[in-house]
């Protein structure tokens, strides 16, 4: 009956964000949106998924194995955000034991590691070369990369290096542009993805010329098309896209020369790989299939196109896409049937659009789908009403986080306690947020940082996968009018910030809080 009796809350409430027009009523509803969700995360977190470390190793058993492709790429990197977002002692404890765990019991091949067998009490040892390098892969893109993304150049950073530097360093496949480890299209969108993050955090030209070898590896072929727009595949779709990207600041002739190959390709997909919605199909060519749970995702690198050119050559065709989501079809579309994974990534690309290209009826989706199809939906959910801890219901929590944080604007509560509300909404010149407790509360306001350039080294925030979106941002050095409740507005620095605004509400009462920008 609670469940219930939330859900019917949530509705109302998330109804009435589409006409509030005070920002401070906003940020309220927000707060009961993002307050339920968070809430199911601190006790997934506490209940569930700190259960499955193994005693005797220190792995995360999540899904009754530890392996790369399933367990490492997309359980734990969420394992991770849920730390994160609502347990930093998880994040610098249990999570961080993880990763010195599997390194210590896995790492094989230098730093490229395989699989544990809990049975033999060893590392795998019936596993290909191309399995394990399609593992390490999926874990430096799925789990590395979205870790670092949210904590920077931390101990996962030097991890994802070590293990591409040692991919690449023993990579197998001869070209006439080089060595590369894989000929898998997935694996070198994978690649691309992530050797671009690490040439604009460390500056080292070796990782820019790799992905260099893999775009002259395709593009090549005059006849190169993406044919399959799903994962498993889609990845390289955003993955050249980034590249590209990049490149137009630091390898303008490289940009140059393939930008025209690289809209090709795009043009391609527009215009045999989608409906009259816009929606794409899992397959170029396949127009009587199934709808792709990743159109969000292959839309993010035409986003970044735009941004890389400074046109808006796909811009309009997005926000068209976004505005259809609300057409009936799109109401519990069965992406991949009743799995909750399917639910999760059309969401989690939904919200990367969202955060580049505001369309109401696209938030009213993502809002509506991620309540009745991620949040409360009881068959989609394990342990009563929370989700287990396998990849496919990890996928589940990924995007409540995303969409939890949508809602508070990136802004964190530190540290979270059941029953808290947060919520966050744009206004003139900065954002109004709304606190309130069920019971007492006194803590810090952790405010976001333009991750991009500070963690990531981007000269822009280039439209990317595996990331959580940043909304509103505080610049370190930016000072920033801040009003808390009644007290006398004061002036703080970014980095104040971001290190925490001291708060406190009583039980029952609902703070307001006003931040801007200073010239």
Known sequence: MRVFLVAM???????QTTWADDAFEKAQLSGSIAGHSLDKVYRWLHEVALKQIDPETGLYKADGKWNYRDTAADCYPFFIWAAHVVDRGVLNGAARDILHREQALCNTYGAIPVPWDFDQAAPATNTDWDEVVFQASEYVKDGLIAIVEVTGADEWFDRMRAIEDALWETARIDTPYGKIPSTNIEVNGEQLQALVRLYTMTGETKYLDWADRLAD???????????????????IIGGLGLLHAVETTYRPERAAQYGPRLKQVYDTILAEGRNEDGMMYDELGKREGRLSDGWGYNYVGYLCYDEATSTETYRPEVAATLKN???PLYENYPWEG???????????????????VPVAEGFTWVDRE???NLVDHPERLEHGDLWGTMKLQSNGVRTVIMQALMHTQGT????????LQLGAAPQEGGIVLALQSASDYRGTLEFDLPRHRVYMGFAQDWPRMNTLPEWFTVEPEGKYRVV??????AVYTGRQLHAGLEVQVAAGDTLRIEVARLP
């Open 325 to 327: 989501t609300l057409k």
């Open 412 to 419: 964190l509560a530190r540290p979270w306690q059941p029953g």
């Open 484 to 489: 808390v409740g009644d007290a006398v507005e």
């Open 338 to 356: 009743e799995s909750i994974d399917g639910y999760a990534d059309s969401i989690e690309g939904a919200i990367y659009l969202l955060n580049r």
């Open 9 to 15: 809350f949530l509705v109302i409430a998330l109804s």
């Open 370 to 372: 991620t309540r009745v």
């Open 217 to 235: 590896y395709y593009f090549a072929d005059p006849e190169f098309r993406v044919k399959r727009l799903r994962d498993h595949g889609c990845e």
